[in-house]
């Protein structure tokens, strides 16, 4: 029986939460021997719905989770509350509801797993990374797709953004190991300026014991990510699975499939062999920042 995170750790956040909800009544639904078909129809729904459920994709009613903890045959009264009272935790919503006017649905999933994650291995191609951006940065890179967007939009995404970072400050934060192509540090993004204070930020945060920070190189050629960018999040939790994450222009691609897995791990792992190691980013930042950037 998983026990309920402590608001804050590394698995809190109602994403993870409904993960592991989810997870612990796929396997009591198993040990139970009740089909997926058969837990849909007892709370009046579709075996879709349990699947669903049992990936942490959906939200929870109290009602639905006691009436299949009964067809599980669930009858202690501590593990009941327990399970009935993550359920309500897993409903209460994420420090990011508030920016729902400017927020995705599809993305309000992955603020859940990155807020939870305790390791986040990403490949970028085109921009520095979320958590590594500058605001000034931000707003450049949230213009290129929002040009219509007025101040005061542009003033929350930004926002947003920023309280993203979080994250990276908090007394627990996660690993953040990032790869990225050289092509994201010459693309002038918002003019030599916003450029230059862009690169000494990830210079400055390449010092922080929790981030790693790799460039690949133009001499590299070829690499084993030329389909794009993606990231890889991990959890404490063992029974929580990897996620693959890819962004596309108005959704996303969550995989956490075995074969997906490790198609991904694989290629993330030739990318960090292929970059320029770790010791070096610190000289090469620099070198881009005073070529491209001069002050």
């Given amino acids: ?5 402590v608001e804050g750790g590394p698995t809190s956040g109602p994403t993870v939460l409904r993960m592991l909800l989810g997870g612990q009544l796929r396997r009591l639904r198993e040990r139970a021997g009740v089909s997926r078909e058969t ?18 994709r959906v939200g929870f009613k109290e ?10 045959g669930v009858t202690d009264a501590g ?5 009935l009272k993550l359920a309500r ?4 919503p994420g420090w990011w509801h508030r920016y729902g006017d400017v927020l995705p649905a599809w993305f309000q999933a992955y603020l859940g797993l990155e807020a939870a994650a305790a390791l986040i291995r990403t490949y970028e191609v085109q921009f520095v990374p979320g ?84 460039i690949v190189p133009f001499s590299a050629g070829g690499h084993a ?16 699975p990897d996620i693959v994450y890819i962004e596309q ?26 970059a320029a190691p770790p010791e070096r980013t610190r000289e090469m930042l620099a070198r881009l920042r005073d070529e491209l950037y001069p002050a």
Avoid at 1 to 5: D, E, R
Avoid at 79 to 83: I, K, N, P
Avoid at 89 to 92: G, Q, R
Avoid at 251 to 272: G, H, Q, T, V
Wanted: glycine share 4%; net charge negative; aromatic share 6%.
């Fill in 1 to 5: 029986m998983a026990t309920v995170p």
């Fill in 39 to 56: 837990a849909g129809w007892e709370i009046r729904s579709s075996e879709s719905k349990i699947s669903r459920m049992e990936l942490g």
């Fill in 63 to 72: 009602r639905d989770v006691a009436d299949l903890l009964t067809l599980y």
């Fill in 79 to 83: 593990e009941r509350e327990s399970l």
């Fill in 89 to 92: 935790d897993a409903n209460s």
């Fill in 131 to 214: 958590l590594l951006q500058t605001a000034a940065y931000a707003r450049e890179v949230i213009l290129l797709g929002h040009r219509s967007a007025s101040a005061a939009e542009l003033d929350r995404r930004v926002e947003l953004r920023m309280q993203r970072k979080e994250l990276l400050r908090r007394s627990n934060p996660p690993q953040l190991w990032a790869v990225l192509d050289e092509a994201a540090l010459r693309r002038p993004i918002g003019g030599p300026a916003v450029m230059r204070e862009q690169l000494d930020a990830l210079i400055e945060a390449t010092a922080a014991p929790h981030v790693r920070l790799q």
């Fill in 225 to 240: 990510a030329a389909s794009g960018a993606f990231s890889i999040l991990r959890f404490g939790d063992a029974d929580l």
């Fill in 249 to 274: 222009l108005t959704s996303a691609i969550y995989l956490d499939k075995r074969d997906d897995l490790e198609f991904y791990a694989e290629a993330m792992e030739r990318l960090c062999v292929e």
